[in-house]
């Protein structure tokens, strides 16, 4: 049984906590452009304020996290989105010990029928191209691939899904 609902306050060391195992994982793996400014505490702050924070819980534990920006991030404009009123997902993490296992396709999907409620018409996603875990799970869910940008100093395929 899982629950996918709005992270809360309380809920800040347990995403963090997922955080830093996702980012020590992903530099030994070399899968994850995740470093140590990225994400961080101030980030996430910024998440729970604006209510863009989302958890998956399995028998009382988060074992997911996933964050909607209402809007699209500027830097990624110029790609050749449908027009559409799209949301913006990032920093979709699983903890280690539950990856491979289905989550993040269960938080993807819990994540797209949210935005599609709240009236979106589409999601957007960047994946690192080092990511393979993740470009490999939004090609299976049946994402469009607008391909490669280059920002925030990293290379990144660029994910459209209709919703």
């Known amino acids: ?27 030994m793996d070399g899968t994850s ?4 400014d ?8 910024e998440d729970l304020k604006n209510a863009q924070a989302y958890v998956l819980i399995s028998e009382g534990k988060i074992i997911a996290a996933i964050t909607m920006i209402e809007e699209d991030e500027p830097d990624i404009q110029s790609l050749s ?47 690192a191209k080092v990511n393979e875990a993740a470009n490999r799970l939004y090609v299976r869910m049946g994402y469009r691939n607008l391909g ?6 990293t290379d990144f395929n660029a994910y459209e899904m209709l919703l």
């Not at 452009?33 to 140590?36: G, L, V």
């Not at 027009?83 to 993040?104: M, N, T």
């Open 38 to 45: 990225y994400p961080n505490q101030e980030i996430l702050r």
């Open 33 to 36: 452009d995740w470093d140590e």
């Open 81 to 127: 989105w449908v027009k559409a009123k799209a949301c913006f997902l990032v920093r979709l993490c699983v903890s280690p010990e539950y990856q491979g296992k289905g989550i993040g396709e269960k938080v993807m999907r819990y994540i797209s029928e949210y935005a599609k409620d709240k009236g979106f018409e589409a999601t957007h996603h960047l994946a």
């Open 148 to 153: 490669l940008i280059h920002v925030y100093d």
């Open 1 to 27: 049984m899982y629950i996918f609902r709005k992270a809360v306050l309380t809920n800040k060391n347990d995403i963090l906590s997922i955080y830093k195992a996702v980012k020590e994982k992903g530099e």
